[in-house]
């Protein structure tokens, strides 16, 4: 797929935002041990609601003992003039890297306050989850394919 860039101002609203699975093992954290993260994206699509949804899941570890476990999904409705710019092909829309990077952004900061709220008061409270440059995680554009009207 070709690189796209959006060459409109690029419009949408937030949707809804859902913590899927939240699990935290304080017993298994040592203080002075290194902590690691993993993040992983998803993307869904509504094509008929022009809404896109970004799966994230965050793991911290040390070792092979895990931590703490996040799940959300966040999303987000396109206004449909900025749906119509995104490049068409035959069988739908190619939604540019830009745009997915941006939804995985704002899912990840809003991911980064769950956290915070969700271990509070407990030894987790302390693990900073990182800036990211998600755009380095979004490796290319996604066609989407219209679904049928409802």
């Known amino acids: 797929m070709s690189k796209q860039q959006l060459s409109i101002p690029f419009e949408f609203a937030l949707k809804g935002m859902r913590t899927s699975q939240f699990a935290f093992f304080t017993d298994e954290f040592l203080s002075k041990e290194k902590v690691e993260y993993h993040i992983s994206f998803d993307f869904k699509f509504d094509t008929q609601q022009r809404q896109t949804m970004v799966l994230l899941g965050l793991v911290y570890s040390q070792g092979k003992k895990m931590l703490c476990k996040l ?17 068409k092909t035959d069988a739908g829309r190619i939604i540019p ?11 990840l900061g809003s991911a980064r306050g769950i956290l915070h709220s969700k271990t509070e008061n407990t030894a987790l409270h302390a693990i900073i989850l990182p800036l990211i440059n998600v755009l380095e995680m979004v490796k290319e554009d996604v066609q989407v394919i219209d679904n049928p009207p409802h």
């Open 71 to 87: 799940d959300t999904e966040t999303s987000f409705e396109i206004r449909e003039s900025s749906w119509n710019a995104f490049q």
């Open 97 to 107: 890297k830009s745009a997915l990077a941006h939804f995985a952004h704002l899912a």
